[in-house]
């Protein structure tokens, strides 16, 4: 399964949009793009999953370039309660493949 | 509430015991996966079912942890003769096996706490 790297944490104001990048090189041609979200003490999330180019839905965007070796998972207006730990994972259908999760994004969003 | 549960949330038990954890799924999700995560690490994935088959273990699984879900529906993860490594929150996850499914629900966990 394809590795992936993304920032250990990091912060944003309130109101701001947020961009969380993650690189992941070896990418298969079948794999897919997944982010999930972990807020303290409850189980993840699923937030967004895309193929290729853009897809948005009601909560974030998710970009992936042609060459699918990097993805960039953008919360828009981001608030107090977005504070949260933020993974991005590579592989078959998150739907019903295993996920192999990495050590995530823990994103601090400040008044 | 309509969502995957877990029980109990919280289990504190003595080296060398045994425990077992329950899982309810999403009840037409047809998918069971057990994770544990450890403090400041993601989940690991331990082993998934396909309604009642067992279809992949983890190499974490070792022979003191065993997961059945005999009618395919709820699930248990027993974990035999416990070590203080055993200590982290064990996941339960869930989807529905289609070719367009997205989504694996996971519940709120047990936190397991070996002294």
């Known amino acids: 399964l394809a590795k992936t790297t993304q920032p250990i944490s990091m912060d944003s104001y309130e109101g701001q949009e947020v961009n969380i990048t993650c690189s992941h090189n070896n990418i298969a041609t079948n794999d897919y793009i997944t982010w999930y979200q972990q807020f303290p003490s409850q189980g993840p999330r699923f937030i967004i999953q895309g193929y290729k180019t853009k897809v948005t839905n009601e909560v974030a965007s998710l970009f992936i370039p042609a060459d699918r070796k990097s993805s960039t998972l953008s919360l828009p207006r981001v608030s107090l309660s977005d504070t949260a730990v933020y993974y991005c994972l590579v592989g078959g259908n998150s739907g019903n493949t295993p996920l192999v999760f990495g050590k995530g994004t823990r994103l601090s969003v400040i008044a | 509430d309509t969502g995957v549960s877990q029980d109990p949330r919280h289990k504190i038990t003595k080296r060398g015991q045994n425990v077992t954890f329950r899982c309810d799924p999403i009840s037409e999700h047809n998918r069971l996966y057990w994770y544990r995560q450890t403090l400041g690490q993601g989940p690991e994935f331990l082993t998934y079912f396909q309604n009642e088959a067992q279809l992949e273990k983890s190499r974490l699984l070792s022979d003191r942890f065993s997961a059945e879900r005999p009618k395919g529906s709820f699930s248990t993860l027993e974990i035999q003769r416990t070590e203080q490594g055993d200590s982290a929150m064990y996941l339960c996850?869930?989807?529905?096996?289609?070719?367009?499914?997205?989504?694996?629900?996971f519940g709120p966990g047990t936190r397991l706490t070996v002294l």
């Open positions: 996850a869930s989807s529905l096996d289609l070719r367009e499914g997205n989504e694996q629900f």
